[in-house]
């Protein structure tokens, strides 16, 4: 069965830098189009950023410059470089995995999250 499970989450000063980690077992990471959500307390889960089969990438725009997405087939890990983070950016943060082989279009695995706190 297809795992994920996200690490990397911690507390960190305004305008500091962490590096999300999903590793992905039970499969095949290059299957899949891989995603970061977050969601804030109070808020709704939003989207944060994707990497597709084709190496297409995508951000939100509060995040563009900041953020960079990227995998590591070999290790079966995608990863989110986060930097010059801002106090907005404290949310849950949770990677998705979409099967490419079907026609949802939907991401059918996630992760169990993990906390980003930036202080201000």
């Known amino acids: 069965q297809v795992h994920l499970v996200e690490s990397g989450g911690g507390l960190v000063p305004v305008g500091g830098s962490l590096r999300l980690s999903c590793v992905l077992s039970?499969?095949?990471?290059?299957?899949?189009?891989m995603g970061w959500f977050r969601q804030a307390p109070g808020k709704e889960r939003e989207f944060v950023s994707v990497?597709?089969?084709?190496?297409?990438?995508n951000y939100v725009e509060s995040v563009k410059g900041r953020f960079t997405i990227s995998r590591d087939n070999a290790r079966n890990t995608v990863y989110l470089q986060m930097n010059n983070l801002k106090y907005e950016d404290t949310a849950v943060y949770y990677c998705?995995?979409?099967?490419?082989?079907?026609?949802?279009?939907?991401?059918?695995?996630w992760g169990q999250g993990t906390q980003v706190t930036v202080s201000s």
């Open positions: 998705a995995a979409d099967d490419l082989r079907d026609s949802t279009g939907t991401y059918e695995y």
């Open positions: 039970g499969s095949l990471l290059e299957k899949y189009g």
């Open positions: 990497i597709a089969f084709n190496g297409y990438t």
